[in-house]
């Protein structure tokens, strides 16, 4: 089998592995609300968090970088060159943003995102998760944090392994074209900061 059709394989099962949506089978499967319908309505760790609680964020977040991550390491073993590896990545992000199980309707992908640099080596993903978590606190703005990392990540993967600077900034602005709605809340003052909320008691009901 050739590099091209391996890609091409990989890119379909990225997207099938993004398309299933973590928070809402965790929110299923804890009896929470429809994360769609509650909060920021974006099924991701950020708006699970404010109607979940830490618990089933961490759960979501956990699953969201799996499912980027996963795709890209395999295709790195398969030693697909760099542009692959980013159409590889992508195509599981976009499978978070249009998740065929999930009528086409999902989050911006940034977990996933992530989730498909974290192999490059632990250096960045340390890296990204300190600055997400420093600019998180600073601005208390998910969509801050998470577009300030997209735009540093190129810089850090130039810095750790030049080699997968292209696939990083695919993803980067992919990332960055999923938060034009966001820019524009910030723009009106209209964008919600990250809470937490406590997890609601179970009912029978």
Known sequence: MNDFTLTIL???AAYTAGSISSAILVC????????RTQGSGNPG???VLRIGGVSSAALVLFFDML???LPSYIGYKMGLDAASLGFIAVSACLGHIFPMFFGFKGGKG???AFGAMAPIGDDLSVTLMISWVILVIVTRYSSVAAMATAVLAPVYTWYFDERFVLP???LSTLILIRHKDNIERLRVGEESKVSR??????TNE
Do not use: C, Y
């Not at 299923?28 to 609300?33: A, F, T, V, W």
């Not at 909320?197 to 179970?202: A, D, G, R």
């Open 197 to 202: 909320k406590k997890k609601p008691p179970l």
């Open 110 to 112: 940034v977990a996933t």
């Open 45 to 47: 760790a950020t708006n």
């Open 67 to 69: 499912k980027g991550a």
């Open 10 to 12: 990989m890119i379909l």
């Open 28 to 35: 299923k499967i804890r009896r929470l609300p429809d994360p």
């Open 168 to 170: 990083v900034a695919m």
